[in-house]
């Protein structure tokens, strides 16, 4: 089937689409972006939009957190508040924290591996382009206006039903507008590039590993990529379920959730936490991975316990199965549902403290160096426990009774997600930010900014705890004066001003940083992992010999050897340091650019906004002009040749 | 397995016993948990050999010997209409009653396993396939089973 | 439909599975959980509604409601679908011994066999819809049709490819070097056969 463009017909548009490509692959101008499925390009184009998302979120928590700086402030508006605060756990967690996640994957894995790229490149374009349309959907929300005549006309449109959405809140009665729709079909559509992405990586880490990288020579980081890829393949397609139920339900009047019809809403608390607890390991495991390399990195010592870290992840991810019920404590499944499900909950905390206990043992007696990146990894060690803790304590049945929608739940869960997973995050940029420019991070920069959001962070947060001891509701627009809420509040909201100052830190430092002459080098940390072996940045086709594997940590034992002593002293032959990564003389193929995984992707959002409008006769026709853009776009992806 | 023991407990004792298509849930999942932790087992693992032979990449250009030839396929395909004529047969047999349930998931379970073991190759396929479809299979069964017996339903 | 479309053509996988081929199968095993997921609700909602029509005979406080289910209609259907997965098996079989000319007439033999079956899903909503079921009437109306639509459609886009297939096919496109096309399509089609043989049993045949 290759060469059918260029061969026989339609020789206009096989002459422009290949012109396209060659311009492509120029690498300079927008046109190269939009076409590149460069791994590296495509994992820095996930970071900057999931950062601008990041913004986006944090500028929605912030307003939060104005309106309840004070007990009775009316900044927004009850109905405002909540699709706020809809919007900030939606945004943080599927345009965030998952593509900052899926960032490091793409810049990352292909290099810790040893191959040229991920398994299929285009396929990993049309998950970023996805991703961006799907975002751009959900966000698009906000522009819109609810009908004339429905009780909130004239208000902002965005969802309203929490990050949950819990039917019948979401159901046309209790939401009217198009909110829930953009929201319902923002995660289809993200649902796909994640499970695109989730594919890709499985086969990438599976197949395309470098000879004599086996299993159990892999970086923990690739081991947590493979695990979190396997979560995101079988959850996805239970939340895909769910949502297309609630759009028949919304949309045509379908009857899943519909209690007068005998249906259930439990159905849909089943469906979404069958999903939403895999997907909150799907959110910590990268985070994980990330502190694992860099802890040995900077404490000069293998990690601890290698295989216990690499399978406590499996089995966390196991087990991440067969805890979903312990978010439906209140809803009245029965005491022996309750018990199982508890103890289930509280077995999973059993891997997580193997993992926490064996990072804790590579610092141990290892030559420490501070830098920013260590720095986020402690930080994550220290405030993931206080967060894997407070979750032990919402396992038991009946703490979670009194906890149950209580700000104390909101401190548990930023105290995994901020302090877990982004953290860990913030830790990676740091750590591999030299391998793509080229260029440090300025390291004073950087320890403002983590002792700004470190600080900043516990400000916020830990005042939640009392005040969720204290009985303050959650998701309730504002609270009334003399409960002893207003103090707590008070600092939560300076604490989220001082985490705005610390991100504010972070991007001048990435300015600053850019451009800063000093050249980090090939191996600024003198690092163990494969990535470390080539230049920074890495040329396009990463490695031009790929690299023969012998043991764990394959860089680490290029460069140094142990002695008669048992001492670590440099190998003899020079070592590894990128110098002998020169294309020159092999004949590389590398697959071409492509715009046709954006065309591909492109017809998802207005196959959506057709049926979200399916009403008004003027946006109906956007049905089948997506639908015949996506289908244009596969036809054209199969027939397209990957290499020219 | 973890959910294994939740639904049993989840659900009333006696009624639970009662219900035959719960009662076959249960062998079902804990067979299948135990042929994923086999397949899972680093012992067990057969998967990525560093250098793969070559013969076994030869595998997926030519069919091997043994892999079965059409007039095979014809025979499981007669087999597999025997089965959907047996599944319409019963169905009209008033006198077989609540054991009715048990034969027609016996019986279309067979069919699966013929379609996937055969047409789709896992019987002569890598074994890491074969430990990806299960997990998927396993997962979803065992899934639903504990949310239905949450929910009250029943299949009887 | 590239030959190993991998940065590195040449690249021999680790596990020595082609690179496609495990992408469908990690396609299949997630195509379960939503397949799952949709089944798993109807069972839920099987006795559920509180409205007719109902999906087999009853009798409700007296007053008998015939049920709308055709089983001898879809059983034929039914066995319409399992026939085209020997004849997908059997395009395989030919394209593997190098058999273009068999390729060409098995493949059409399977398209036109899920035409056929589609035509008669068309036929049964046709005919549910005229006994006054809509996907809005009741539960069973609901969650049947969402089923067995999402079915169908994952039937339309088999068709869809076994006809592009058939079209390379009668170009003399497909050999037997890049039988993986014809294979990949194969699995595609015999997952949507079993989950078919699936429904059928639990929606269908339990009463």
């Known amino acids: 089937m290759a060469g059918v463009m260029i061969e026989r017909p339609a020789p206009t548009v096989g002459e422009a689409l290949r012109r396209m490509r060659q311009q492509g692959e120029t690498y300079q101008g927008v046109w190269s972006w939009l076409t590149t499925i460069d791994h590296k390009r495509i994992g820095l184009m996930y970071g900057a939009t999931a950062m601008f998302f990041f913004l986006v979120g944090g500028i929605e928590a912030l307003i939060i957190r104005l309106q309840l700086a004070r007990p009775g402030l009316t900044l927004v ?307 993931f426990t206080i967060g894997g803790l407070t979750g032990v304590m919402h396992s038991m049945v009946p703490s979670d009774y009194q906890q149950q929608d209580t700000y104390f739940v909101v401190a548990h869960f930023h105290q995994v997600l901020i302090g877990g997973a982004l953290f860990g995050l913030f830790a990676g940029v740091y750590y591999w930010f030299p391998k793509f420019s080229g260029k440090f991070m300025n390291e004073k920069l950087g320890q403002l900014h983590f002792w700004a959001m470190f600080i900043g962070f516990n400000v916020t947060f830990q005042p939640m705890m009392i005040l969720g001891f204290l009985g303050m509701i959650r998701r309730t627009s504002t609270y009334e004066a003399g409960l002893g809420y207003g103090l707590w509040n008070m600092m939560s909201t300076a604490g989220a001003f001082l985490i705005a100052f610390s991100i504010a830190v972070f991007l001048i430092n990435v300015v600053v940083s850019m451009r800063s002459k000093e050249d980090a080098g090939a191996d600024p940390w003198d690092g163990r992992t494969l990535e470390w072996a080539i230049p920074s940045p890495p040329p396009v086709y990463n490695f031009a010999k790929i690299p023969q594997v012998t043991e764990l940590d394959a860089h680490w034992a290029k460069k140094y050897v142990q002695n008669e002593a048992g001492e670590l002293v440099p190998a003899m032959a020079g070592g590894a340091n990128g110098d002998d990564n020169d294309s020159s003389g092999h004949d590389i193929h590398l697959p071409s650019p492509s715009i046709i995984p954006l065309i591909a992707s492109a017809g998802l959002p207005l196959l959506a906004s057709g049926f979200i409008y399916w009403d008004n006769p003027w946006m109906l026709p956007l049905i089948p002009v997506g639908a015949v853009i996506t289908l244009v776009g596969v036809f054209a992806w199969a027939l397209e040749p990957a290499t020219e | 397995m973890l959910e294994l023991l939740t ?55 030519h069919p091997a010997d043994g892999h079965p030839d059409a007039a095979e396929y014809v025979k499981v395909g007669l087999i597999l209409a025997v089965i959907t004529g047996i599944e319409v047969a019963i169905y009209y047999v008033d006198a077989l009653g609540d054991t009715l349930l048990p034969i027609l998931l016996v019986l279309s379970a067979l069919k699966f396993v013929l379609v996937i073991l055969w047409f789709m190759h896992l019987r002569f396929d890598n074994r890491l396939l074969t430990v990806m479809f299960t997990t998927g299979m396993v997962l979803v069964v065992a899934l639903f089973v504990v949310v239905l017996s949450t929910l009250g339903a029943s299949l009887v | ?146 089923l067995t639509g999402f079915h169908g459609a994952h039937v339309s886009v088999g068709v869809l490819i076994l006809v592009a297939l058939w079209v390379m096919a009668r170009r003399g496109r497909i050999t037997s070097e890049n039988a993986l096309n014809v294979e990949l399509a194969g699995l595609y089609w015999h997952f949507v056969d079993v989950v078919w043989i699936v429904i059928f049993t639990l929606v269908y045949l339990l009463q």
């Open chain 1, 77 to 383: 508006d009850p109905d405002q508040y909540n699709r706020l605060f809809t919007m900030h756990g939606t945004t943080m967690i599927f345009l965030v924290v998952m593509p900052l996640s899926a960032a490091f994957f793409n810049l990352v894995i292909p290099l810790m591996i040893g191959a040229r790229d991920v398994a299929f490149p285009r396929l990993n374009a049309f998950s970023y382009w996805t991703f961006l349309f799907g975002g751009m959907l959900m966000s698009a929300s906000f522009f819109t206006g609810n009908p004339a005549g429905s009780f909130f006309e004239g208000h902002l449109g965005a969802p309203d039903g929490g990050w949950f959405g819990y039917a019948p809140l979401t159901l046309n009665q209790f939401s009217p507008g198009t909110g829930i729709d953009f929201w319902a079909f923002g995660l289809l559509i993200l649902g796909v590039a994640s499970m695109a992405g989730g594919f890709n990586f499985i086969v990438t880490i599976v197949n395309m590993r470098a000879p004599g990288m086996t299993l159990f020579r892999m970086p923990v980081f690739v081991w947590m990529t493979l695990v979190t890829s396997f979560l995101i393949i079988f959850a996805m397609p239970i939340i895909t379920v769910a949502l297309f139920q609630l759009l028949f339900d919304r949309l045509f009047g379908a009857n899943f959730f519909n209690v007068g019809a005998g249906g259930t809403p439990l159905l849909w608390q089943h469906m979404f936490w069958l999903f939403g607890h895999p997907e909150v390991y799907i959110l910590i495991l990268p985070a994980m991975g990330i502190i694992s390399e860099i802890l040995p990195t900077f404490s000069r010592k293998p990690l601890f316990g290698y295989p216990f870290v690499v399978f406590s992840g499996i089995a966390i991810a196991f087990m991440s199965w067969g805890v979903w019920a312990h978010h439906m404590y209140t809803v009245g499944l029965g005491s022996a549902a309750n018990a199982a499900f508890g103890v289930s909950t509280l077995l999973i905390g059993v891997p997580t403290g193997i993992k926490i206990f064996n990072w804790l043992a590579t610092l141990w007696g290892g030559s420490i160096s501070f830098k920013t990146p260590l720095l986020f990894a402690l930080g994550f060690i220290a405030m």
């Open chain 2, 7 to 61: 639904f049993v407990l989840a659900a009333d004792g006696k009624a639970f016993f009662e219900n035959p298509a719960y009662l076959l849930g249960i062998p079902l999942i804990a067979v299948g948990a135990l042929g994923v932790l086999l397949a899972m087992s680093p012992i067990e693992l057969k998967w990525p050999q560093p250098a793969p032979a070559e013969e076994e990449y030869e595998i997926f250009d």
């Open chain 3, 1 to 146: 439909m590239q030959h190993a479309p991998t940065a590195d053509a040449a690249h021999v996988t680790n596990t020595g599975i082609d690179n496609r081929k495990l992408l469908m199968w990690l396609f299949l095993a997630s195509e379960c959980l939503f397949f799952g997921g949709m089944i798993g609700t109807y069972l839920l909602y099987r006795n559920s509604s509180v409205t007719p029509p109902y999906p087999t005979d009853r009798v409700i406080d007296g007053v008998a409601y015939s049920g709308l289910f055709d089983i001898p209609f879809t059983s034929v259907s039914a066995f319409v679908l399992l026939m085209s997965s020997v004849t997908m098996v059997l395009a395989l079989a030919a394209i593997q011994r190098n058999d273009r000319r068999g390729l060409q007439i098995w493949l059409a033999a399977t398209a036109l066999l899920g035409m056929t079956f589609l035509a008669g899903q068309a036929f049964e909503f046709t005919e549910f819809h005229k006994e006054g079921l809509s996907v809005n009437t009741n539960l069973f109306g609901t969650s049947f049709f969402v």
